[in-house]
């Protein structure tokens, strides 16, 4: 067994079939489920960008179906939505936020760029984002249905438990499958919207749809997943273990 998801001295004593694990050090806090409440929406917003990367990630696209429902022109469309993004991730990059956060828009909006320019077609400017999101949900329904729920990954390392709620947090373990199932079903859901439109509507209506359901599909997963885990056995510290352990090695030494 790993340092990831190595037992405690007393983490068996409850029985195998127990929904509770035994916490590790620094999960309880004095002010009870509140605090872990907090906690669980404070590493949510971290984990997806919070509200500037939903502003991040919308605004290019709604500048660019703007842009095209003035004037038609894709390349002016493209070029202005392309040039907002990479703003915005300079402007990360000035504040000193991740960097992740800062070019994964610019990237995201730079292969609709090419792909809209190269076909000279409006629609497929939200083609890539729409094929990655086909994918995610895919992965979600997946990785939920084989036991290793992508959340949980995703997520662990930010709550500091790693993948010690694979094999000593059962409850939390299924709190992870449910929201990757909540993922998974909401983003199949848009794409089951949007890949029509995309093959049969108009450009503009399919534009502005698009940009429509780019956050409240996001916010409803968001607020499914704090739901669950904040019903779930708080996260088991790892990393608090881990230096726990080492301190008491260094203790123990003559």
């Not at 703007?66 to 907002?84: E, H, P, Q, R, S």
């Amino acid at each position: 067994m790993t340092p990831l998801d190595k037992p405690t001295a007393g983490s068996h004593a409850a029985g195998p079939e127990t929904e509770r694990a035994e916490p590790g050090p620094d999960v309880h806090d004095a002010d009870g489920p509140a605090a872990t409440r907090e906690v669980t929406e404070a590493a949510l917003f971290e984990a997806f960008g919070g509200l500037r990367g939903l502003v991040e990630t919308t605004v290019p696209g709604l500048v660019f179906i703007g842009i095209y429902t003035v004037n038609a022109d894709i390349k002016t469309a493209a070029l202005a939505a392309l040039g907002l993004s990479a703003l915005m991730g300079v402007l990360r990059l000035a504040r000193k936020d991740t960097v992740k956060h800062a070019f994964s828009g610019v990237f995201g909006v730079g292969f609709g760029v090419v792909f809209a320019m190269m076909t000279g077609n409006a629609k497929d400017f939200y083609l890539p984002g729409m094929l990655y999101t086909l994918g995610l949900s895919l992965t979600y329904l997946i990785t939920a249905a084989t036991g290793v729920p992508l959340l949980g990954l995703v997520l662990g390392p930010v709550f500091k438990e790693n993948l010690s709620w694979r094999t000593r947090n059962p409850g939390r373990k299924k709190a992870y499958t449910k929201a990757s199932y909540a993922w998974g079903l909401i983003l199949l859901t848009k794409c089951a919207i949007l890949f029509p439109l995309y093959f049969w509507g108009d450009t503009q209506q399919f534009g502005w749809v698009t940009v429509a359901l780019k956050i409240p599909p996001f916010l409803l997963a968001v607020y499914l997943t704090w739901i669950f885990l904040a019903k779930a056995p708080a996260p088991i510290n790892v990393i608090a273990e881990m230096e726990e352990e080492e301190e008491r090695r260094k203790a123990e030494k003559p």
